[in-house]
């Protein structure tokens, strides 16, 4: 089982829309959980960071926590074409090492 | 200011081979971290240095080692080329933690290894 696991999509949202990342990981003592975005080419950017159990906002963006499930989401509200990219799960696991998943493509269309 | 640089952006080597990438972080940053991305496994954690000391190591066999300077600049190596540690080697940099808002990657170093 891997440590972190993601739907690699692709996903496809008209724009406007909502598009909704999921993610799952395996060690449940992890306590630090990050959302990366990449562009094609480009290298990774941290977009969100969650530590609690619950909901995080920040502008369009919103992460949402569920340890207990194991479950890390990312919500894009008002989907841009800009916001099309390879989005990333990160977790930081009770071994203080860091685990990505192998992220989900995410095309925002017109 | 300057950001995360890495050198050299491209490298083909051969396989049993060793090679030695080069990541110079931003002013200021002390915490230098390693990742390897491939197509099949992703972005994966190699390990960090902070203030020339290894910090965090994830899960990579012995041959692939670091250092880092008082200058805060970081070295990878990798001993004994194999046909998959061709990959995109990023490093990022960033004040005290791997995963900070201020933490940056570089653009990476391409490895081909034939």
């Known amino acids: 089982q891997k440590e972190v696991e993601q739907n690699s999509g692709p996903l496809s949202v008209p724009e406007g829309a909502i598009a909704s990342l999921n993610c799952t990981y395996s060690d449940r003592g992890s306590q630090s959980f990050f959302w990366y975005r990449q562009y094609s080419g480009k290298s990774p950017e941290l977009i969100m960071s969650i530590y609690s159990n619950g909901d995080k906002e920040d502008g369009r963006f919103t992460a949402q926590l569920n340890k207990a499930s194991q479950y890390v989401s990312l919500l894009i509200r008002d989907s841009q074409p800009s916001d099309s990219a390879t989005y990333l799960c990160a977790v930081e696991n009770t071994g203080n090492q860091f685990y990505f998943g192998t992220g989900t493509s995410l095309t925002v269309i017109p | 200011k300057a950001g995360v640089t890495q050198t050299p952006r491209y490298l083909i080597k051969t396989r049993g081979q060793q090679v030695t990438l080069s990541c110079s972080p931003i002013s200021g940053h002390r915490s230098v971290s390693w990742y390897q991305q491939t197509p099949g496994q992703g972005l994966q954690f190699l390990f960090e240095?902070?203030?020339?000391?290894?910090?965090n190591k994830g899960n990579f066999p012995g041959r692939f080692s670091g250092r880092q300077f008082s200058n805060s600049r970081s070295e990878m190596n990798v001993s004994t080329l194999e046909l998959g540690d061709s990959a995109l080697y990023l490093c990022?940099?960033?004040?005290?933690?791997?995963?900070?808002?201020?933490?940056?990657f570089g653009q990476g170093t391409r490895l081909t290894v034939v």
């Open positions: 990022a940099s960033s004040p005290h933690r791997v995963v900070d808002t201020e933490a940056f």
């Open positions: 240095y902070f203030s020339e000391t290894q910090r």
